[in-house]
Structure formats: structure tokens, C-alpha cells
């Protein structure tokens, strides 16, 4: 057998050497292309005492290198030349270059922490890598520019009209100048806490609280006594009220403290004759809030005392007092007294004081008027003392008779402080 073998082999070395066959037919490599392993090539030199050997370590790595069939998946296979694949990637890690804005990606493989990104056309997403400082607020810098950030700052030289309701919270206190401060409605300053309401109903100080920011100042003048008669055909007129006025004003336009005098009510008459004048009330030298003039008395058709005349901020009315020719007093801010002809009642107010009732000689007498927020009117008799008029800045009533008119009623002042 061996020896068969021997004549074959040397018999195909014979038949290669004389027919000059090329040494690549006989290559592993023509017929088995590089897939899944390498192998030894035979070539001219190799020597056919060698050629079994090498054989059989091709056939054994072929055989250990060989791509299986499946039905899903070639397990052994990680590359191969011009390899196109479809579908969704699940599992792996992406290794490959960035993504770049045309296919979806951003075109970028790393960003500032906290940046914001801007987009760029097609080039890669822009990173602004300034952050600002804590309460900056990015601004646009217009067409072809990057934002920017910014401070918010107000423009003071602007006017502003708030329509709803804004709150101020800062512990910073300025100082500035209001020239013109008007609060209608149901608006309120909601930056400012009310700290204190206090209420003068005698002279006295106010004392500037530290830290105050504005205070609200409320005034009434006194109200003038009710005239007397004693008989005849004279008549004797209801006082008038005193008149109410408010102010806002700046604690920087305050002294440390401010005198507050109040209006003296007109004292009430004994004698024949026209009521006495309430006292004007002051706060300092910042607001004076003027009295009610005293009823006639002492003859016939006396006039009512006029309510204060001096009238500001609140609608600009003031109180008229009845005429000597008979009417009521006048309904106003400040309430004039009635007239004693045919005694009439006292003028109604709505801030002010109210004026005093009138007596006449018919005799009949007539009540005071009322206030809203002042004091009323007192009323007018023909027997016994008058009423006084009600604080602050009721006018007194008159009087026909041999007792005493109605005296007119102090001012008052109420300062509310807010900080």
C-alpha cells in the first residue's frame, strides 16, 4: 500500500514538472477566499514531503474558523467589507463619530455643564458657556448676536399705571420725592405695613416712629356755637361744622415730632347775639384745618353760622350756611348752620362737622345735622341750654329763650403711620 502510494505521489510530481502546471491550482486559498480564518498557501518552494501536513492545518482551522448557516443570526461574523445594515440599533455602545445636525444629532460630544444651547443653522449647536450671576435675565442682543445676560433694572424716568394690585417686597428703604399721590377706589399702597392709627382728641405731639415710611394724617376744624335771642322777633341760627382735610406726607418731610393743635369749639352763647367761631386744627406746619363760623342771634331772620370755607383735597366743597331769608344749611363736606327763620335744621355733612338746628321766634326749633364721618350737628331749643355740637367739629345749636346757645364741638386729628 505504501508503496502504491509512493508511485502515485511521485507520479503526480512527474506529471506536474513536465507539464509545467501553475503551483495555484493547487493554492487552498483560490478556492477558500479569507472569511472566517487564515492559511498556509503552498507555493513552489514547499516541498511535497511537507504538502500533507500543511493540508491538514488548513483543513483544521478552515473547520474551526467556518461560518455556520443560520436562520438569524452568523454568530462568528463582527466585520466584512462593504457591509450594509438596516434597522433599529437596541444593544451596544455607540463608538462612532457625532451625529451632526442634518441627521437629527447635535453635532457636538461634550457641553459646559449648565450651558444653554443654541442652534446654528446646520453647523453644530452653539453652547453658551457664560452662566451669568443669580438674577440676571437673558436678553436677546438682536438678529446675528448671542443673547446676553443681564441686570433688571427700572426705569425711573417712566410713568407707571398699575390696574391690578402689586406687591413691593424689599427691605431697602429710599428716599424720594412724590409730588402728586392719589389713591381712588378700592386701590391700596401694598408695599406699606400699617404699624399704628392714632387718635387726637385733645392738643398734644406726634412722635415720628423710626423707620415710618409715610404717614396718613386725618383733620378736623371745631364746629361754631349756636346764636341766641330772648325774645321779640328775634331768631337765633344753628353753628357751623368744621371742616375735614386729609394729607399724605413723607416721613422725610416730618421733624422728629410735630405739635398737633387741636380747633377750640365756639363757645356756647349766654348773651343776645351771634354764636362764637371754632378754632382752626393744625398738624405742625403741614396741614391747618379751618373751623365753623358761629349762628346769628340777636335779630330777626338770623343767618346759621357758614361751615369752614377752607376745603381741599376732598372734592373741593365747602359748607354754606343757611340765609337770613330761611333754608336749611348746606349739605357739604363741612355742614352750615340753619337758619333761625322759621327754624330751619342744621346742614348734613359727609366729612366734615354738621351744622347746628335753629330757633326762631314763632318759637319752634329745629334739629342738627348729621355726619358721616364727623361729628353731628346739636340741637336747637326754646327752653333750657342748647345741644352742643358732637365731636369733632358738630356746629351748636341755637337758642330763643333765656338759657344758653349750643357750643361747637373740638377738632380731632387721626395719624396713621406705614412702613
Do not use: C
Not at 386725618?218 to 344753628?238: E, I, L, T, V
Amino acid at each position: 500500500m505504501k508503496q502504491n502510494l509512493k508511485t502515485i505521489l511521485i507520479s503526480l510530481l512527474l506529471i506536474v514538472t513536465v507539464l509545467n502546471l501553475p503551483s495555484a491550482w493547487f493554492s487552498v486559498t483560490k478556492y477558500f477566499p479569507k472569511l472566517g480564518t487564515s492559511v498556509t498557501e503552498i507555493a513552489v518552494t514547499t516541498r511535497l514531503a511537507d504538502y500533507p501536513a500543511i493540508q491538514n492545518t488548513n483543513v483544521n482551522n478552515l473547520n474551526a474558523g467556518k461560518m455556520e448557516i443560520s436562520t438569524t443570526t452568523l454568530p462568528l461574523l463582527t466585520t466584512l467589507a462593504n457591509q450594509t445594515v438596516t434597522g433599529i440599533l437596541t444593544t451596544g455602545t455607540w463608538n462612532a463619530d457625532a451625529v451632526t445636525v442634518p441627521f437629527g444629532g447635535t453635532g457636538a460630544t461634550s457641553f459646559t455643564q449648565y450651558g444653554l444651547l443654541l442652534g446654528s443653522s446646520t453647523n453644530p449647536l452653539h453652547v453658551l458657556t457664560d452662566l451669568g450671576t443669580s438674577g440676571q435675565t437673558l436678553t436677546s442682543s438682536g438678529v446675528g448676536s448671542l443673547p446676553s445676560w443681564t441686570s433688571v433694572s427700572v426705569n425711573e424716568t417712566l410713568d407707571f399705571n398699575w390696574t391690578g394690585e402689586h406687591t413691593f417686597a424689599t427691605t431697602t428703604t429710599a428716599t424720594s420725592t412724590i409730588t402728586d399721590l392719589t389713591i381712588t377706589g378700592s386701590n391700596k399702597i401694598s408695599g406699606l405695613a400699617m404699624a399704628s392709627s392714632t387718635t387726637w382728641t385733645a392738643s398734644g405731639t406726634y412722635t415720628k416712629s423710626a423707620n415710618v415710611v409715610i404717614i396718613f394724617v386725618q383733620s378736623w376744624g371745631a364746629g361754631g356755637s349756636g346764636g341766641k335771642s330772648s325774645g321779640g322777633s328775634d331768631d337765633a341760627g344753628g353753628g357751623g361744622g368744621g371742616v375735614y382735610d386729609e394729607r399724605w406726607i413723607l416721613a422725610s418731610d416730618l421733624g422728629s415730632t410735630e405739635t398737633i393743635t387741636l380747633g377750640t369749639g365756639g363757645a356756647a352763647k349766654s348773651s343776645v347775639g351771634a354764636g362764637n367761631n371754632g378754632g382752626d386744627t393744625t398738624f405742625g406746619s403741614l396741614l391747618t384745618t379751618e373751623g365753623g363760623n358761629g349762628g346769628g342771634g340777636g335779630a330777626d331772620n338770623a343767618g346759621g353760622g357758614s361751615g369752614g370755607t377752607k376745603f381741599v383735597n376732598i372734592n373741593g366743597l365747602y359748607g354754606a350756611g343757611g340765609s337770613n331769608a330761611g333754608e336749611d344749611g348746606i349739605y357739604s363736606a363741612a355742614g352750615g348752620g340753619a337758619s333761625g327763620a322759621s327754624a330751619f335744621i342744621g346742614g348734613d355733612s359727609y366729612y366734615g362737622g354738621a351744622g347746628g338746628g335753629a330757633a326762631s321766634n314763632n318759637p319752634s326749633f329745629a334739629v342738627g345735622g348729621t355726619s358721616a364721618f364727623g361729628g353731628d350737628g346739636g340741637d336747637a331749643t326754646n327752653s333750657g341750654n342748647a345741644e352742643n355740637g358732637v365731636q369733632p367739629g358738630g356746629g351748636g345749636g341755637g337758642h330763643f329763650g333765656a338759657s344758653n346757645s349750643g357750643a361747637g364741638a373740638d377738632g380731632q386729628v387721626i395719624v396713621t403711620e406705614f412702613f
